[in-house]
């Protein structure tokens, strides 16, 4: 088993949809939590830190459930320009500088159409 | 510049040759990472430094890849007598504090 697993999709919905993506990891003292966003042929990119509190950037809402060991990524409203593939990262520190690597998820491919 | 910058962009070696890849990490930045990524997959874990140590190299698949930061800053992965199942993109992250930026990869086909 991954230690961090998603859906790989292709998740394909219309301009102005709402759309979801979970995330599950396996290691229960993961401390840190991330959704980068990746673009066909370019590096991946930090859309947003994960709180234990959850949070929210514009048309963007991350939530983490620790008890069952998820990470949620809801996308409002998508645009076209939202077409990537997200990646869930897990670190088991808190900060880089800890020295754990980031473990990232298999990514979770959108497609958004007109 | 700016960001992490990494070279060669794209590599195509035979099977049997000798590649370097060279990452530039962001001015500073203590930790850097390499990554690989193959096709349609996340990236997977292959060494960690922080500055010239080399802390964590438990996810290079075999002994022929080889790691160095001399002096603590440009780093680079060496990867000898390529294989077909190394063709993949090989990502460089570097940080300072708690989020990692990564170079655009390169690209590595073995024919």
């Known amino acids: 088993r991954k230690e961090v697993e998603q859906d790989p999709g292709p998740f394909n919905v219309p301009e102005g949809a709402t759309v979801a993506f979970n995330c599950t990891y396996s290691?229960?003292?993961?401390?840190?939590f991330f959704w980068y966003r990746q673009d066909c042929r370019k590096e991946p990119k930090l859309l947003m830190s994960v709180y234990s509190s959850g949070n929210e950037d514009g048309r963007f809402t991350a939530q983490l459930n620790r008890a069952s060991q998820y990470i949620s990524l809801l996308i409002r409203d998508s645009k076209l320009s939202d077409s990537a593939t997200y990646l869930c990262v897990v670190n088991p520190e808190e900060g880089v500088l800890a020295g754990n690597m980031l473990t990232f998820g298999g990514g979770t491919r959108l497609m958004v159409k007109p | 510049g700016a960001g992490v910058s990494q070279s060669p962009r794209y590599k195509v070696a035979k099977r049997g040759q000798d590649v370097a890849l060279r990452c530039d990490p962001i001015?500073?930045?203590?930790?850097l990472f390499w990554y690989q990524q193959a096709l349609g997959q996340g990236p997977e874990f292959l060494t960690y430094f922080q500055n010239e140590a080399q802390l964590d190299k438990s996810g290079l698949p075999s002994d022929r890849f080889f790691a160095e930061r001399p002096e603590g800053s440009v780093s680079t992965l060496k990867i000898q007598r390529t294989q077909q199942e190394d063709s993949a993109v090989y990502l460089c992250?570097?940080?300072?504090?708690?989020?990692?930026?990564f170079g655009q990869g390169t690209r590595l086909t073995v024919v």
């Open positions: 290691n229960s003292a993961s401390q840190s």
């Open positions: 992250a570097s940080s300072l504090g708690s989020i990692a930026f």
């Open positions: 001015s500073g930045h203590v930790s």
